[in-house]
């Protein structure tokens, strides 16, 4: 059975960072091959893409709204995935889910497996 589990969530103010990690567990030795993303979804909002890459981490998709500012990256070898998350906003606070599936990245929520969440909150 696959389960992702984010960690790495709090409250923080504007301006700090945060880095969330997702741990994959499951896939074993499929990890490799499988597309991550990361979405977010605030109060009263629909669940959108924040970022994605490739199995090999060679592409790496961003939303419009956090170019520049956050970075994705995967760890192979221990099953993780990550968002480094820096100028965090007070728009940037909502529940961040972690997304796998299996083939090529994808902006959409078209992933088969989802993690529980991690509360982001961001004070101004």
Known sequence: QVQLVESG???????ASLKLSCAASGLAFAFSTYAMGWFRQAPGKEREFVAGISWNGAI???????????????D???????????????EDTAV????ARPGGVTTTSRYDYWGQGTQVTVSS
């Open 9 to 15: 969530g709090g409250l923080v103010q504007a301006g």
């Open 60 to 74: 790496t998709n961003y939303a419009d709204s956090v170019k520049g500012r956050f970075t994705i990256s995967r």
């Open 76 to 90: 192979n070898a221990k099953n993780t995935v990550y968002v480094q998350m820096n100028s965090l906003k007070p």
């Open 96 to 99: 961040y889910y972690c997304a």
